[in-house]
Each structure stands twice: as C-alpha cells, then as structure tokens.
C-alpha cells in the first residue's frame, strides 16, 4: 500500500508538504500541490481513516453487548439499536458473548482502546463492580434497573411486571403459579424471584421451586415445559413465560397433547411480538424498539440518565 | 485526554524517548524508562489502538451487510457468522441497510478505509460492478451465486430449489402454484422467477402472475397472504413460502379461518427453522448456521472460493 513517504519521493516534495496537502492547509505552493495531488491520483492513494481517528478521537461506533443474536428480544432491541444508529450516522460493533465474561471484557477493553465511542450492554454477567472501572473511558449504557453505578440505562421493572401479573393471576383464581425464564443468574431473574417470594408470601401460599422452569429461549422450549410439567405430583394451574416464543411454543405443544388453555393451564407471555397477537397469547407489551433506540441515544448523549419504560398487559384467550 | 507529549513533559524526556519506552524499544536508560512509565501510571493513559492499527494495518473488525437482523433467516446467518467471529477472535460491525444503497456503500468504504478487514454481504442492492471496484481494498464475500465477477460467495441455488419443490407439488397433483418471497426485486427472487416461468413452460401451465406475493417476510405477514388469496378468482392449490415465519403464518391464519392444509391450500415452508418442526410444515431445510460459519471463514482466507450448499426437502403434514 503508498503510504505518505512513496508519495513524497513521487512528488519530490517533503512528507510534511504531502502531509499539509492531505489536510488542506495553507502555505503550500501551487506547484508543490498539483505534484502531490498528482501522485495522489496515480497511486490510487486511500488516506487511513484510522489516522483520522487517531487525530479526532472518534470512530462512529458503538458496541453492542448481547448474547444472542437470533433471539426475537434481542434481534427486536438491537433493530430498534440499529435503526437509531443509522438514524445518526453511527455503526454497530456486535458482541455476541453467549454470557461469556470474556467476551463482555473484550468489549469493555475496546471501550477503553478507543476502538468504539461507546458501548451498549443488553444483557451484562459481568459485575457492576468491573462495568464501574470502565466508566472513565467512555460511556456505558445498561438495559436495567442499575441503582448501585452512576450509568445511564433504559429499563423495564422485571419486579413490578411479575407482582402485577402474578397479582392478576391470583384474582382470577389461581393458586399455583409458576414460571419459565431464560437463564436463573442475572439481574432481571434476580428481580423476578423477589416479586415472586414476596407475592406468595403476601398471600401465604406455598412456594414450590420445581415451578420455576430454567433455560427457556426458544420456540422448540415450550414442548420441553410442557413436558416438564406433565412429571409434576401437582402441576401449576398457570405460568408466566417469559418471552412469546416459548409461549408459542407451550400453546403449540398443548394443541398437540389435547392439554386445554386456560382451562389446564392458563399461560401469560412477554414482550407482545406479532406471534403472540397472531395465536390469542395473553402477554405483557414490552417497547423494546422504543427501548433499544433509547439505549443509543443515551450513549452517544454525554449526560447520565435513567429511564423506566411503562409496559401493558395485553388481554387476549390463554388466561 | 494524556497524549504522548504531556507523557515526555511529565518525564521531562522526550516525544521520541516516550515512543521509545511505549514501543518497547532498546536505547532508553533506566532512569528514562522508568520516568515515562511512572507518567504512564499516574495519567493512566491508554495507548490509543488506532495507532497501533495505522502501523499493523488490521482491525480485526469484520463488517455485515444485511437488510434486517430481526428476521429469522438473516439472525441465523448472523449467529453462524458470530460464532466463528468468536472462535477466530474478530468482532463484526453490524451494517443494517433496510435496502438502502447508500448504507451498502457505506461499508464498502469503509473497507477501503481500512476500517474493517473485510465484508460480508447477506444481500445486497449495489449492482455487482460497484462491489467489483471495492475488491481491491479487501476481502468481499457474498451469499448468492455469482458468476460475473471473481468473489467467494457461499449460497443455495434457488433456482433448483424453486425447480425441484415446484416438481414435487406437481407429481403430487398440484397444476395451481403460488410463491410468496420476501422482496421482488435482488438476485435470490430473480433465479426463483426463473425456475417459476421454466416449470410453467414445460408443463405448458397457465402463468398467472396474482400468484406470486410479495413483501412476505413475518410472521404476521401470513394472515395478509390468505387474505389476499381469499380474494383471487381462482385460488392457487398450493404455495411455496420462502419464510417458515411467513409458513407458520399461514397455518395459524388457515386454522381461524377453517381452511383446511394441505386439502384447500398446501404449503411448503423454507429454512426449517424450529417453528416449521413444530408446526409439522413441510419445508426446504436451509443450513444457514453452517453457512454463516463458512461466509466468515472466506472472509479471512485470501483464496477465493464458491460453495454451494446442499439444501433437503422435509416431508412434513402440510403437502
């Protein structure tokens, strides 16, 4: 590749001559100029845009931190990402991590080698202990409820979705609740576990662990749910599932076992995706285009700020 | 921000001793090195990786190129493309154009710039001549089957899937076929049209062009498809669908609607995408994962190479 020296030597010039026509400043002869722009043309010579940045500081992008690509939460939260960054000419460095801390801290360290101008975290396993020391290289925004860090974040209450939904739940009869989520570490499950506790203790019905049903993503998840309750002494007479894939995924599986919803089992999903509405699946409206075009502006925006995003329970036919 | 000159101030040495010491070079006393690195510690500066990028010339930063990464069939291209991302240790930028050439063109700029190492393009808008002039600035790989200009490419041929799935409706009585694709214009619907005319003419078929339905791409995009069939004179006796999603769609749309599948309408999914197992559709199983994995690797191999990868028909309960 020419670099800035080949160019000096074809137009018998000085590197700092080149230089200053590269980036048009002034004092530099007519002559010298169309020498220099004439190797520039017969060279087919590309400035490094990474010596653009080295002097500017920016990159125009930002990273995202997710550990799924193709699950509909995130594929929906990184299209509403996307569309913000196209929005303002920014572009997207994609961290598929599978909840590997390695991969979190790679992106953190990118953060920190200027590689990216921001970083956006959709789902962390990392502490906010390590996210902290970060801080002071760029911004960081958290999808959740962060009260320990001073960072910004755009966020749904997982604790005020599970008692509300669970509360509705209990006013039309049921007694036996459980619920299906992705994975049982990370804040979000954390603050679940602590709406579901705190209702059951509320109304002093017996707390049953076999009812939390773990690693549910994907559509094919439901048939396994269902399968799962189908070995329980007494099965729950209703279940949150935490995205509607899997609930999708329960009511196609239910239709193939003649189990009857909600008469079996009444079922309330997340997130409100086209499917849900498509197959009558109760569920609770989750914004996440709305929310992930939010997580970019607070990142490319130099003020911290919080914002909880108000979610809807969706009435349709599985409760 | 600390740069290399308030280093060599702090030290009292220096810009060239400060390189020195950062570049680990020989030449520097004891006393130097170790007053540049005490500075080094208590600015807590960050050697800015652009710099080192301008001297090594690699980012190992893979740009993609794709309309949308909420659909099923681009998300699962990208997780295989993510996945060996991971395992190579290269991260992706993430170009979501929504079709607009200008987005397209975008990233091959910045591979010219050196930004990005190389590029994927899922699909593309830009005629082939335009991605023919940015091959020099680096690796470009595509997902069709390209014979104009010298480009690895990994892809299916649609036009033997189309062929071979037209012919398996037709030995099964089918003389009525429709298709429903995700956009009408791009090379993929081109070489399906093409195979769609063939099949006609040589069964001496009546073409009817209100059979071929465009902008198909969701789920929810199934009910639309049936409500316009609804509307046809003379209703095709069987479609093939190039999105399980949009399959799956039209099977749940036939059930509110008491058609009846396959006897009023047959489908044929495309992808074999979990829904379409559950579902019981009848697909063409596309290895997207594995040929995400592959795109990656042409990527950073320098040989050009074209794969073609074999595709399956799925017997399943709505033929």
Redesign the interface.
């Known amino acids: ?1 020419t670099n800035i020296k080949d160019l000096a030597k074809m137009a018998r010039v000085s590197v700092t001559t080149v230089s200053r026509v590269l980036n048009n400043h002034p004092y530099v002869s007519k002559e010298k100029r169309e020498a220099v722009l004439d190797a520039v043309k017969s060279t ?1 010579y ?6 653009v ?2 002097s500017k ?1 920016k ?1 125009k ?1 930002i990273g ?1 931190v997710l550990p ?3 699950h ?1 939460y995130f ?2 939260l ?2 509403g990402i ?2 913000q960054a ?1 929005e303002n000419n920014y ?6 991590t ?1 909840y590997m801390q390695n ?1 979190e801290i ?1 992106a953190l360290e ?1 953060l ?4 990216i101008d921001g970083l956006i975290i959709c789902s962390r396993t990392c502490d906010l202990q390590i996210i902290e020391e970060y801080l ?2 760029g911004p960081i925004v958290l999808s959740e409820d962060v009260k320990e860090i001073n960072v910004s974040s755009t966020f749904v209450s997982h604790y005020k979705i599970f008692s509300n939904a669970l509360e509705y739940l209990y006013q039309r009869g049921h007694r036996k609740i459980g619920y299906c989520i992705g994975r049982s570490t990370g804040a979000n499950s954390y603050n679940r576990g602590l709406a579901y506790k705190d209702f059951h203790e509320k109304y002093s019905l017996s707390y049953n662990s076999e009812y939390i049903i773990d690693k549910c993503l ?3 998840d ?2 396994k749910v269902i399968n799962q309750v189908k070995l329980m002494n007494i099965a729950p007479s209703a279940l949150l599932v935490t995205s509607d894939q899997v609930a999708a ?1 329960i009511v ?2 239910c239709q193939k076992q003649q189990i009857s919803i909600p008469d079996d089992i009444a079922i309330i999903g997340f997130d409100n995706q ?2 849900a ?3 009558d699946i109760t569920t609770i409206e989750i914004p996440l285009m709305e929310m992930g075009r939010n997580l970019f502006l607070q990142t490319i925006n130099s003020e911290i700020s919080n914002k909880e995003v108000p979610v809807k329970l969706i009435e349709r036919k599985t409760v």
């Open positions: 590749m087919n590309q400035k490094n845009i990474n010596a940045h080295l500081g990159t992008l995202v799924f690509s193709d509909p594929s929906l990184l299209k996307a569309k196209l572009h997207l460095v994609l961290f598929q599978d991969k790679e990118m920190q080698k200027k590689q002071q290289f994907y559509f094919e439901g048939e995924g196609v599986s086209p499917i509405k498509m197959m």
